[in-house]
Structures are given as structure tokens and as C-alpha cells.
């Protein structure tokens, strides 16, 4: 049995390192990938955060990996990078020309080349949308969302069966395995998956829902 284990760790830290460097997006050159029980641990440094962004991704979408931890840095930009205020101007023109982000409803603070995001919106797309805005600004190493939601409707009494009839109709979803406990404006997800993509998706098709202002994926992935 321990033979086998390993055996499937080993190959699963093939399969992700092969997938890091099938992307031509991704330097895999300076990252290193470890497998433990279905676990894939990223680490290394990369050049900028939409690429440790995407070779998360590009993990979590191979078969077999049960969950990603994200060790990755992204490297200082040192003397050639842009200046703390010089980001923060930029990070808050982008914000004003974001069409998903409201105006005049979140703001951008930054220390040491980490973007802090702050203010309230009504969506959970909108916070999703304040943090792409800013995320591929040079110079920029991390991003704090710190965004509050706050719903223009209260959670419906009948929440629950909203998400549970949005995920019965989402062909990408096995509804049998997912259940949705709700209490008050809160989601909490439970039960198995059968990939990481699929546990996306289930945690978009609640936040979907008016009224919802947290979800808690609790979903493991089985396969």
C-alpha cells in the first residue's frame, strides 16, 4: 500500500510539473512541485502575480490532485520596479475604468508593492473584478481584498432552494454529491467533487444567488 502511494505521488508530481511546463505562460523553470497524499505543494518564485496565479490553476486542473498549497513568491521587482505611489495611482485609475467595479465604491492602498483593496460593492463578480483590475500592474507582488459585500436585497427565505435548484441544472455539477447549508446570507458547501473545476463551479453558482454575502467551500475533491 505505501509502495502504491508513493507511486501515485510521484506520478502526480510528474503530471502537474509536465502541465507547469506545457503553459508557455508559466517560467517552470524556477518552481518546484511536491505530491503528498494527493496534496500538490507549489513553490519557487515567479515574475509577476497573474503568473503564480496561473500555475495554481494549471495544478489544480490536473486529475488526481486533491488540493493545491501555493508556496510561491513573486520575485521583488527591485530598484526597476515602480514606486509604491506609482502604483497606487495606477492601481486607482484602474479601478475607475473597471466597467464590473461600481464607482467611486473601492479604493487601493499600497505598501511594499502589495495592492490592498478596500471599500463595499454588491456582488461577489465585483470584488473578483476590483482585484483583476490591479493584479497585472507591473511592480505589483500581492493583492489584499479586503472589499466587504454587502447585499442591496436580503437572503430570501427560500435561499436554499434557489442554490440548490441553480446547481441541479448546472450540467458541469453532480447535485447528488453537493449539499447547501444556508443560514441567513451564508453558504456553506459540503460534501465531494469530482475535480477542482467542478468545486469552482460550485462556489460561483452560490455566490450567484441575490442575497448570498459569504460562501464556505467545504468541498473535498475525491478523484
Not at 10 to 24: A, C, H, I, P, Y
Not at 40 to 55: I, M, N
Not at 77 to 102: C, F, R, Y
Not at 124 to 139: P, T
Amino acid at each position: 500500500m505505501t509502495q502504491t502511494v508513493r507511486r501515485s505521488d510521484k506520478d502526480l508530481q510528474t503530471n502537474v510539473t509536465d502541465e507547469l511546463l506545457f503553459d508557455s505562460s508559466i517560467d517552470a523553470a524556477h518552481l518546484v512541485v511536491l505530491a503528498n497524499g494527493g496534496v500538490v505543494t507549489l513553490s519557487g518564485d515567479v515574475g509577476s502575480l497573474p503568473e503564480r496565479h496561473t500555475a495554481k490553476r494549471a495544478a489544480m486542473r490536473v486529475a488526481g490532485v486533491q488540493a493545491v498549497t501555493d508556496d510561491i513568491v513573486v520575485r521583488d521587482p527591485g530598484v526597476s520596479g515602480a514606486k509604491d505611489s506609482d502604483i497606487a495611482e495606477a492601481a486607482n485609475q484602474m479601478l475607475s475604468w473597471a466597467v464590473d467595479v461600481p464607482s467611486d465604491t473601492v479604493k487601493a492602498g499600497v505598501r511594499d508593492h502589495v495592492v490592498t483593496l478596500s471599500g463595499t460593492v454588491n456582488w461577489q463578480y465585483q470584488r473578483e473584478a476590483a482585484a483583476r483590475a490591479v493584479m497585472y500592474l507591473k511592480g505589483v507582488t500581492a493583492v489584499a481584498n479586503t472589499i466587504r459585500l454587502i447585499a442591496t436585497t436580503p437572503a430570501s427565505d427560500d435561499l436554499k432552494a434557489a442554490i440548490d435548484g441553480a446547481i441541479l441544472r448546472n450540467a458541469q455539477l453532480d447535485s447528488h454529491q453537493i449539499k447547501a447549508d444556508v443560514n441567513g446570507a451564508e453558504v456553506t458547501l459540503r460534501g465531494s467533487v469530482r475535480s477542482w473545476a467542478e468545486r469552482r463551479q460550485a462556489e460561483k453558482v452560490s455566490w450567484s444567488c441575490s442575497g448570498v454575502t459569504s460562501v464556505k467551500n467545504q468541498l473535498t475533491v475525491t478523484a
